[in-house]
């Protein structure tokens, strides 16, 4: 059985896609009535509306039903990652666990992977990244991701375990690069949506994402990663799905600040890693100037205006 931890959008999604594919597969969430609601209609119309779920697909809010998982996927929003361990870790079975949130945490700095380890050191760890819309997934529409895992052997077994028809998982050893991309992207996602609610223009979007981009691989080029993980799907194509559409929280968020509208409801991953990136990069001397623009805009220190000017302003320099 696979066990997905979380019942928002795209916790949804992956429970959807794995029962579609004929695995047995258990969907918990902590609210026990919006289970039964999902449970009986057979479709999550807080989070994924309009999509129907395949009628195998299990639906809990106990905890103890996933007694039997073999794999796990947690997929809980990325700074409550921490805390849903602390609390439940010791209720889950000792299984292979595949963090799929995208986000450094604000309080520790610590990656998902590296929060999983330290709250459940009994557990086999990988990260599921990569260019992928809850809806679009749990639809059936072609995606891939993908899948990162310190162990070879254990990430080709869950990489057949939870690749699907239409969802293509690609395999990295580069769990701290895949990681880094899956979040960092977030960041230059709202830089990028700022722009676009401000009437900037193309231009000054195709200049985000590039620059913002340079920065990513920096950082994670400092902190161990590999740049050829952030030039693929978990990195690159990453960035290219968040920048470019209204579908990601992210550019949403973005582009309500540049028009000066209010702020959309939900979680958007990117504003706590926004400040958390940049703590991490002065650690070790690396500049970050795109997303400490945008950290300044979402802490009321900055205007859209001011961010602008300040990233323009930087001295000249070769690229």
């Known amino acids: 059985m696979i066990g997905v931890l979380g019942a928002g959008a795209f916790g949804t999604a992956l429970a959807a896609v794995q029962a579609a594919a004929g695995r047995d597969t258990l969907l918990w969430g902590r609210d026990a009535a919006a289970m039964d609601e999902i449970a009986a209609c057979r479709e999550n119309r807080a989070r994924l509306p309009g999509v129907p779920l395949p009628e195998s697909l299990g639906v809990t809010a106990d905890l103890a039903h996933l007694a039997g998982a073999e794999i796990l996927l947690l997929v809980v929003p990325a700074q409550a990652t921490g805390a849903f361990l602390a609390a439940h870790g010791g209720d889950l079975p000792d299984v292979p666990l595949v963090l799929c949130a995208k986000g450094i945490d604000a309080a520790t700095l610590r990656l998902q992977t590296e929060i999983a380890a330290a709250a459940s050191p009994g557990h086999a760890l990988a990260a599921l990244t990569g260019p992928g819309f809850a809806g679009e997934i749990a639809r059936g529409l072609p995606t891939a991701l993908t899948l990162a895992c310190g ?169």
């Open 151 to 319: 162990d070879s052997t254990r990430g080709r077994a869950l990489q057949a375990a939870l690749a699907a028809p239409r969802l293509r998982l690609y395999l990295t050893d580069d769990v701290t690069g895949a990681e880094l991309g899956g979040a960092l992207k977030n960041v230059v996602a709202i830089a990028c949506g700022m722009a676009e609610g401000a009437g900037l223009g193309h231009s000054a979007r195709a200049a985000l994402m590039t620059r913002g981009f340079a920065e990513m691989s920096r950082l994670a080029v400092a902190l161990g990663g590999r740049p050829e993980t952030l030039a693929g799907l978990s990195g690159l194509g990453d960035l290219s799905l968040t920048c470019n559409s209204s579908q990601s929280r992210n550019f949403t968020l973005g582009r309500a600040l540049g028009a000066g509208a209010a702020r959309p409801g939900g979680t958007v991953e990117g504003v706590a890693t926004a400040r958390a990136a940049c703590r991490l990069a002065e650690g070790r001397g690396v500049e970050l100037p795109i997303a400490a623009a945008v950290a300044g805009v979402l802490e009321g220190g900055l205007t859209i205006a001011g961010a602008m000017e300040a990233l323009l302003s930087r001295p000249l320099r070769e690229e």
